[in-house]
């Protein structure tokens, strides 16, 4: 079975500034993908970014980012220039490949971020 | 256009009561979910199909019974409420495809109070 950890229930990060979210996971599978979700307070799970963890290259969308490091089973995010609207739950999650025709997300606790001016 | 809706977006009800949610979706996608979101916002996965054959039937109560009418619907019906199933339900999405991320698309969560 995975699991996925997230050892930072709560951070704080001033508008403008960078934070790295962390978040460890364990498997034995070698064909496997990760993802970031991030829930506002309106609830909407909205997906960030994704990883596939064949590729080297450390995935990007904007202002987000990954360090993905396969050897040591850690997916952190970064998210740079912060802004208010980043505020919200960061949940990061694993999915099995190769599964077939669905494939279930096994999501860590959640960090919940905000942003301050 | 909403690509995955759920409705109601909250459902207050007593225990004992039996209530359906629906979720339906707009992407042409083949494989649906159910996930269920507990108070401390732990998410966990219930149910998948796709093209409306059941393919993921994690160990939930059997008083949760998933339909799919059809691979655009999975509505969640549940009998004899009890207040432990007071959650945020998600629906989700993808296109149910092997050999590449099959990226998951929620809905907007379903509050449901039992009181």
């Known amino acids: 079975a995975q699991t996925v950890t997230q050892s930072q229930p709560e951070m704080s990060v001033q508008e403008a500034e960078t934070v790295t979210l962390s978040c460890t996971y364990d498997t034995s599978e070698s064909n496997y993908y990760l993802f970031w979700y991030k829930q506002p307070p309106s609830r909407q799970m909205i997906l960030v970014i994704r990883q596939e963890a064949y590729k080297q290259q450390n995935a990007t969308e904007n202002r987000f980012s990954v360090n993905f490091q396969k050897a040591a089973k850690s997916f952190s995010l970064k998210i740079s220039d912060s802004q208010l609207g980043d505020t919200a739950m960061y949940f990061c999650?694993?999915?099995?490949?190769?599964?077939?025709?669905?494939?279930?997300?096994?999501f860590g606790t959640g960090t919940r971020l905000q942003v301050t001016l | 256009d909403t690509a995955v809706s759920q409705t109601p977006k909250y459902l207050v009800t007593q225990m004992g009561n039996d209530k359906s949610i629906k979720c339906e979706q707009n992407?042409?996608?083949?494989?649906m979910y159910w996930y269920k979101q507990d108070s401390k916002k732990f998410l966990k996965i219930m149910f998948s199909?796709?093209?409306?054959?059941?393919?993921i039937n994690e160990t939930v109560p059997n008083r949760f019974s998933p339909k799919s009418p059809d691979k655009a619907h999975l509505n969640l019906h549940i009998n004899s409420l009890e207040l432990g199933d007071s959650a945020v339900y998600f629906c989700?999405?993808?296109?149910?495809?092997?050999?590449?991320?099959?990226?998951?698309?929620f809905g907007p969560g379903t509050r449901l109070t039992v009181l």
């Open positions: 199909y796709n093209n409306k054959e059941l393919i």
């Open positions: 989700a999405s993808s296109q149910g495809t092997s050999g590449s991320p099959d990226t998951q698309y």
């Open positions: 992407l042409g996608h083949d494989t």
């Open positions: 999650a694993f999915m099995k490949g190769n599964t077939g025709t669905a494939s279930k997300l096994t």
